[in-house]
């Protein structure tokens, strides 16, 4: 049984993510020409905390440009595996802006499972989302204003071309709200046992702060108020080269 719905009211998103930096790096990174650099083969691992406890795993895979439904584009996927959730995200993006184009989620949580696909329609403001859970399917279109982002593909754009220098500012613009993002000091940050010389980005609204790590490569070393309502803290463990 499929039943279409206009305006739906909850769009769930799994907010940011993704991190790191490791003094010695597992692969060989390809340097761009802005001098900051990423290749397909990186894989970033980190921890879930909340409350000071870990309460799981997760990792994102930069997978480059593949071909998607008889297009080229950037693929990154995001998996988060826990105590009562599991996340699994693959997520394709425009090769020039990173604007989210199809997103295929693959969800449990507190057994709740259910597969989402989101594709974008940025130039008709709204994103048809089609779900599946205990056979049945829905299809659902969200209205947004204007081109709207996915956090990875954020972040990996602003590590291309972002500006890191304090007193920098930018918008994030995700489905369900605006976030204002301005990076407010420079400062040492320690994660799981490592000291980091940090640009810290806070968000309004505050829930969204991220610690990109001063390097070339700009890895975010810390990211609060992930994986929606669980609220989780991401913390760097390691990166390491893989295969697409």
């Given at each position: 049984?499929?039943?279409?719905?206009?305006?739906?009211?909850?769009?769930?998103?799994?907010?940011?993510?993704?991190?790191?930096?490791?003094?010695?790096?597992?692969?060989?990174?390809?340097?761009?020409?802005?001098?900051?650099?990423?290749?397909?083969?990186?894989?970033?691992?980190?921890?879930?905390?909340?409350?000071?406890?870990?309460?799981?795993?997760?990792?994102?895979?930069?997978?480059?440009?593949?071909?998607?439904?008889?297009?080229?584009?950037?693929?990154?996927?995001?998996?988060?595996?826990?105590?009562?959730?599991?996340?699994?995200?693959?997520?394709?993006?425009?090769?020039?802006?990173?604007?989210?184009?199809?997103?295929?989620?693959?969800?449990?949580i507190f057994g709740k499972k259910e597969k989402i696909r989101?594709?974008?329609?940025?130039?008709?403001?709204?994103?048809?989302?089609?779900?599946?859970?205990?056979?049945?399917?829905?299809?659902?279109?969200?209205?947004?204003?204007?081109?709207?982002?996915?956090?990875?593909g954020f972040i990996y754009r602003y590590r291309r071309e972002?500006?890191?220098?304090?007193?920098?500012?930018?918008?994030?613009?995700?489905?369900?709200?605006?976030?204002?993002?301005?990076?407010?000091a420079k400062e040492p940050l320690k994660v799981n046992d490592?000291?980091?010389?940090?640009?810290?980005?806070?968000?309004?609204?505050?829930?969204?702060?991220?610690?990109?790590?001063?390097?070339?490569?700009?890895?975010?070393?810390?990211?609060?108020?992930?994986?929606?309502?669980?609220?989780?803290?991401?913390?760097?463990?390691?990166?390491?080269?893989?295969?697409?």
């Open positions: 049984m499929i039943s279409f719905k206009r305006l739906v009211p909850v769009l769930s998103i799994l907010a940011l993510q993704f991190a790191l930096h490791t003094h010695s790096y597992l692969y060989a990174h390809q340097e761009g020409p802005d001098g900051k650099s990423f290749s397909a083969g990186e894989r970033i691992l980190y921890n879930l905390e909340k409350f000071g406890v870990n309460v799981g795993k997760a990792s994102i895979e930069f997978h480059g440009t593949v071909q998607k439904e008889s297009r080229s584009l950037v693929y990154i996927r995001f998996l988060a595996d826990g105590l009562n959730f599991y996340d699994e995200e693959k997520i394709y993006l425009d090769p020039e802006t990173y604007l989210p184009q199809i997103v295929e989620r693959d969800v449990d989101e594709e974008y329609f940025h130039s008709q403001d709204y994103i048809q989302i089609t779900k599946h859970s205990k056979g049945d399917v829905t299809r659902q279109e969200f209205p947004v204003k204007g081109p709207v982002e996915n956090l990875y972002g500006a890191f220098e304090v007193g920098a500012e930018t918008r994030m613009n995700l489905p369900t709200q605006d976030v204002f993002l301005s990076i407010v490592h000291v980091y010389e940090t640009y810290f980005f806070k968000g309004q609204p505050k829930r969204v702060r991220v610690w990109f790590e001063d390097s070339q490569n700009k890895f975010p070393v810390r990211i609060d108020g992930t994986l929606g309502l669980l609220k989780a803290k991401m913390t760097f463990i390691s990166v390491e080269k893989f295969t697409p």
